[in-house]
């Protein structure tokens, strides 16, 4: 039994799927879990991946966006219709509905996605040497102060997720100073590459993480 994990998809994207199904598997999961789920979403890059699924890879974008709002209005477990671009329904309600609305990540490296970002509730990023994380928190934040949203549901203001190759204390202070809340502390790569490690050497690189940097 787990009380304080939060369960985190990285990426899932959004635009190969149809927004009911999507919005049915979240509330279930985030109502199963104690709302512990957070939707990390992207809009993806391969266009076969789109062409096997039926999907408009030149839409993707703006699919994404609504599907968004679509997803929002489902899991809310009241009475909602919607009437936009791409998808068009009558008033609906979808059960269960979850106890509260469901934080969205927004993963991607495009000026767009930085400015999904920001309407919702967090950004994903990748694996970074320390030297390129400055730019990116500029851009992050510059997209911030040009939006107007308000941001919905997150426990801090906005979270931003990244990988530092470099797993060092002082890289660690210097990001966390710059706005970064959340890293994945390499349990899925070693040395900046990805290699095949089993479920033991995962468990353990966490404990030691853990027990190096978390106070």
């Given at each position: 039994?787990?009380?304080?994990?939060?369960?985190?998809?990285?990426?899932?994207?959004?635009?190969?799927?149809?927004?009911?199904?999507?919005?049915?598997?979240?509330?279930?999961?985030?109502?199963?879990?104690?709302?512990?789920?957070v939707l990390g979403v992207g809009v993806g890059w391969q266009k076969t991946e789109f062409e096997l699924t039926g999907q408009n890879?030149?839409?993707?974008?703006?699919?994404?966006?609504?599907?968004?709002?679509?997803?929002?209005?489902?899991?809310?477990?009241?009475?909602?219709?919607?009437?936009?671009?791409?998808?068009?329904?009558?008033?609906?309600?979808?059960?269960?509905?979850?106890?509260?609305p469901v934080p969205v990540f927004i993963g991607g490296h495009s000026k767009a996605a930085f400015r999904r970002a920001v309407k919702?509730?967090?950004?994903?990023?990748?694996?970074?040497?320390?030297?390129?994380?400055?730019?990116?928190?500029?851009?992050?934040?510059?997209?911030?102060?040009?939006?107007?949203?308000?941001?919905?549901?997150?426990?801090?203001?906005?979270?931003?997720?990244?990988?530092?190759?470099?797993?060092?204390?002082?890289?660690?202070?210097?990001?966390?100073?710059?706005?970064?809340?959340?890293?994945?502390?390499?349990?899925?790569?070693?040395?900046?590459?990805?290699?095949?490690?089993?479920?033991?050497?995962?468990?353990?690189?966490?404990?030691?993480?853990?027990?190096?940097?978390?106070?």
């Open positions: 039994e787990t009380r304080n994990l939060r369960f985190l998809t990285t990426v899932y994207v959004l635009p190969m799927r149809d927004p009911f199904s999507v919005a049915k598997s979240i509330s279930t999961a985030a109502y199963m879990s104690d709302d512990r789920l890879y030149h839409t993707r974008g703006k699919r994404c966006d609504e599907q968004l709002k679509v997803i929002e209005l489902l899991t809310s477990g009241r009475m909602v219709e919607f009437h936009g671009e791409f998808y068009d329904f009558p008033p609906l309600m979808m059960s269960p509905g979850t106890h509260k919702h509730n967090g950004w994903l990023g990748l694996r970074y040497q320390p030297d390129e994380i400055p730019a990116i928190i500029a851009s992050l934040k510059a997209a911030r102060n040009a939006s107007n949203e308000v941001l919905k549901c997150s426990e801090r203001e906005f979270d931003i997720w990244l990988a530092p190759l470099v797993q060092e204390e002082s890289v660690y202070n210097e990001i966390e100073a710059m706005g970064v809340t959340m890293v994945n502390g390499a349990n899925f790569f070693v040395d900046g590459k990805v290699v095949p490690t089993t479920l033991d050497f995962k468990k353990q690189r966490m404990e030691n993480f853990a027990n190096r940097f978390l106070k």
